[in-house]
Nanobody, 122 residues
């Protein structure tokens, strides 16, 4: 599966932003999907994940503010981000794999899209 992430931009603290992960290829509905982010000088960190049953997982940093979903008819996995904070500033990546292992780690995903930059600043 090939992935393409988009929707990043510059927003102010407290604003909302919706990222999209569009997938091409077969069997999208069988994939677990996840969002990760990476800030300069930091390791790539888990943000949110959704399995083929639409069960979801979130990092403590975004729980209650971000929502991951999937649309198997459109082959997309949006990430709705509300109440954004400056510490949410990062390049966001979407990833896919057939198996979702908990805890969710970047090293367990074989398919990655290019990143999209989110900057939260006043």
């Amino acid at each position: 599966v090939q992935l393409q992430a988009c929707g990043g931009g510059l927003v102010q603290p407290g604003d909302s932003l919706r990222l999209s992960c569009a997938a091409s290829g077969r069997n999208f509905e069988r994939y677990a999907l996840a969002w990760f982010r990476q800030s300069p000088g930091k390791e790539r960190e888990f943000v949110a994940a959704i399995n083929y049953r639409s069960n979801t997982w979130y990092s403590d940093a975004v729980k209650g503010r971000f929502t991951i979903s999937r649309d198997n008819a459109k082959n997309t996995a949006p990430l709705q981000m509300n109440s954004l904070k400056p510490e949410d500033t990062a390049v966001y990546y979407c990833a896919a794999d057939f198996r979702l292992q908990i805890p969710v780690r970047a090293s367990k995903f074989d398919n990655w899209g290019q990143g999209t930059l989110v900057t939260v600043s006043s």
